[in-house]
């Protein structure tokens, strides 16, 4: 049995496989998602667009406009999901663990399945992709000695 342990924010991961929490990772495939990093204004082509208003008099309202940094991000969320779910489906007895920055793994838990949801046996709701492996070794083989 390995674990799966994703590390991301909302423009970049790292999936690594273990053994054992807190030994040896390694890393099997790196992520990223240029468009989160991109600013609002080079995300957005034009403003949103105007509707008539039934009633009388000419009344016009404004399409509800999304922040573009959010879609971009649930976008790279939904296709890690997809990964997380098809290693859950291909490895039943496989453990999975979510390192990601809290807004971040929000959007990743929605889009997840319910097996995949089953094997996440931790959920750590911080940006550790910078902090280099060795480091987050030792961090996640504290977390399995509190468990």
Known sequence: MKTHILVA????AKLYETERLGEKMDLINEYSH???????LELVTDRPGHF??????????????????EVEADKFAQQLAKIVIEICDN?????MVIV???????????????????????????DYTKMPMKKLMGYL???TKLT
Do not use: C, M, W
């Open 91 to 95: 490895h039943h007895d496989d453990k």
């Open 52 to 69: 008539a208003t039934k009633g009388t008099g000419v009344s016009r309202g404004a399409y509800d406009e999304s922040d573009p940094k």
């Open 9 to 12: 924010n909302a423009s970049e």
């Open 34 to 40: 240029p468009a989160s990093r991109e600013k609002r």
């Open 100 to 126: 990601a920055a809290p807004h971040f793994h929000g959007l990743l838990n929605k889009h997840y399945d319910e097996q995949a949801k089953e094997q996440i046996t931790h959920a750590i709701e911080k």
């Open 141 to 143: 083989g504290e977390l």
